[in-house]
């Protein structure tokens, strides 16, 4: 199966810390990945994960478990910005290196 | 280019009508991708470029789509006969040489709306 869940939306405040969960299943898999994007923009890439454990980049951190098909975002010090849809994706195994996606989850920050 | 570029970027057409689809990848990348993002939907895959040969076509909803890149660069998406249900954003990305570890780049999309 080529099934990938995350929350539809979720609503958090500015300073704050959210996190959103992404849960896949897969026979084939080439690593985890996380877009973000705003409306009417292109998805901008913000993390891969091929193994398992936490990687951090600034305010965004991504985690991984390959044996639980689950992966998070980590986004602290919410910033009105980083209002958006965030899209989780895992990559297909073998030559094309394509993306399967989930539906995405719309953040709203809060003032 | 500094990014992928795609045009149109609005395109209204009539039920019926053909239309196509272009995208200009970042320099350098041989790897193509296009998707489909319909309201509520996620990105549907729709067809892979590795150069100008398409390894991948199984995305492609039916006989009325389909997608050529010459040169190794430009890439064009053609929707023949139009359908209300086509209407979307399509979304052309580009990669470098696959590896598993290389972000896809994804341009802003055409949004077509068939009426």
């Known amino acids: 199966g080529q099934n990938i869940d995350q929350p539809t939306e979720m609503t958090a405040t500015e300073g704050a810390i959210v996190q959103i969960n992404c849960t896949y299943q897969t026979s084939g898999f080439n690593g985890l990945f996380w877009y973000q994007q705003h409306a009417g923009e292109a998805p901008t890439f913000l993390s891969y994960?091929?193994?398992?454990g936490l990687e951090e980049k600034g305010r965004f951190s991504s985690f991984l478990s390959r044996s639980k098909g689950y992966s998070y975002l980590l986004l602290k010090e919410l910033q009105m910005k980083d209002s958006a849809s965030y899209l989780c994706a895992w990559g297909a195994a073998g030559a094309t290196n394509k993306l399967i996606f989930g539906t995405g989850t719309l953040l709203a920050v809060q003032p | 280019g500094a990014g992928v570029s795609q045009s149109p970027s609005n395109k209204v057409t009539e039920k019926g009508k053909d239309v196509e689809l272009r995208c200009d990848p970042i320099?350098?990348?041989?790897?193509l991708y296009w998707y489909r993002q319909s309201l509520g939907q996620g990105l549907e895959f729709l067809i892979y470029f590795q150069g100008n040969s398409a390894p991948d076509k199984s995305g492609l909803p039916s006989d009325r789509f389909s997608a050529e890149r010459t040169g190794g660069s430009v890439s064009t998406l053609t929707i023949q006969r139009t359908q209300q249900e086509d209407s979307a954003v399509y979304l052309c990305a580009s990669s470098s040489p696959t590896d598993g570890n290389s972000p896809l780049h994804f341009g802003n999309g055409t949004r077509l709306t068939v009426t």
């Open positions: 994960n091929v193994l398992d």
């Open positions: 320099s350098g990348h041989t790897a």
